[in-house]
Nanobody
């Protein structure tokens, strides 16, 4: 398995931006599909975005499409989530996750390794 650590969360006003990072250690990072999920208080964890092992294919939840961008740098074992035009409803704990599946998946059960999460709070 790969070990994952998120960073970059914080408090931001609506309309602002944040950049989340996920740093991996352990087995070859470049062989994993990666994803971002989030969980708001009192709600189930939900899919945000995913990126293929090469970085050539991405997929987003409708709620973040056009505002968030997922990317990765396999040489640095790092995945990034650039979040722009943030809304109060984006407030949640954000988790990065790694999957051994090659195909796109929005289901959290498809992901084998998880980080501890980083809090994102968007004030109105």
């Amino acid at each position: 398995q790969v070990q994952l650590v998120e960073s970059g969360g914080g408090l931001v006003q609506a309309g602002g931006s944040l950049r989340l990072s996920c740093t991996a250690s352990g087995r070859a990072f470049g062989s994993y599909r990666m994803g971002w999920f989030r969980q708001a208080p009192g709600k189930e964890r939900e899919f945000v975005a995913t990126i293929s092992w090469s970085g050539g294919s991405t997929y987003y939840a409708d709620s973040v499409k056009g505002r968030f961008t997922i990317s990765r740098d396999n040489a640095k074992n790092t995945m990034i989530l650039q979040m722009n035009s943030l809304k109060p409803e984006d407030t949640a704990v954000y988790y990065c996750a790694a999957s051994q599946l090659l195909s796109t998946s929005t289901l959290d059960r498809a992901y084998d390794s998880w980080g501890q999460g980083t809090q994102v709070t968007v004030s109105s």
